[in-house]
Every structure is written in C-alpha cells, then in structure tokens.
Nanobody
Framework: QVQLVESGGGLVQAGGSLRLSCVAS????????MGWFRQAPGKEREFVAA????????YYADSVKDRSTISRDNAKNTVFLQMNSLKPEDTAVYYC?????????????????WGQGTQVTVSS
C-alpha cells in the first residue's frame, strides 16, 4: 500500500531552522499534489503548506508564509518543508499528505494518503 514517511523533526531553539522530508512509496508521486499539516496537543490538525504536482505552484498558511518553503523532487518521490525562524507555537507533529487535486488544498478531506508524522519541538 501507499506509504508516506516523514523525517527531519526534532528539538530546536526558537529562531532556528529545520528541514522536513517526506518520502513516498507505491504512489505515482508526480500525479499528486503534496501537503504538510501539523497538529499541536489539544488542537485540530491544520494546513501548513502545499505544492502542486509539478512544483510550479505553492501555497502557505499565513502563520508560516514568510518563514517556510515547500519543494519537491519528483525523481526521488520526496517533498520537503524548510522552516526558518521557528517559534514555540510551531511545536507540533508535522504530517505530509498526498492529494489527487489541490483545488481545496487547505482541507484535510482533499488528501487521500497520510504519513505517520514527525515531531517538531521549538524551545523558547
């Protein structure tokens, strides 16, 4: 079955950076838009960023827009999320997900496949 595996999370001080990766397998990767979501304790899972199948279009939540970059490498079935100037409120489990269309890219229902998540903790 389709598998999405995230990596790159960890503990970082406020102001630091992290680069998250998500590798897809058993998926025609270049046919899917890819997204990143996050879920903090006690909160709902929320949209962070998304990228079109070709990489030509990218979308961001306002909370990360000026601090993050989503990218993808279709040859390696991998999507990345570079996060800079991290804040304690960025602390969450980060999930990648695959969607056949990004018409409603902020909606969790648009995404067919999800990874297990990687923990990001930002200390103040």
């Amino acid at each position: 079955q389709v598998q999405l595996v995230e990596s790159g999370g960890g503990l970082v001080q406020a102001g630091g950076s992290l680069r998250l990766s998500c590798v897809a397998s058993r998926l025609t990767f270049s046919n899917y838009g890819m997204g990143w979501f996050r879920q903090a304790p006690g909160k709902e899972r929320e949209f962070v960023a998304a990228i079109s199948w070709s990489g030509s279009s990218a979308y961001y939540a306002d909370s990360v827009k000026d601090r993050s970059t989503i990218s993808r490498d279709n040859a390696k079935n991998t999507v990345f999320l570079q996060m800079n100037s991290l804040k304690p409120e960025d602390t969450a489990v980060y999930y990648c997900a695959a969607a056949p269309t990004l018409r409603r890219y902020t909606s969790r229902a648009s995404y067919n496949y999800w990874g297990q998540g990687t923990q990001v903790t930002v200390s103040s």
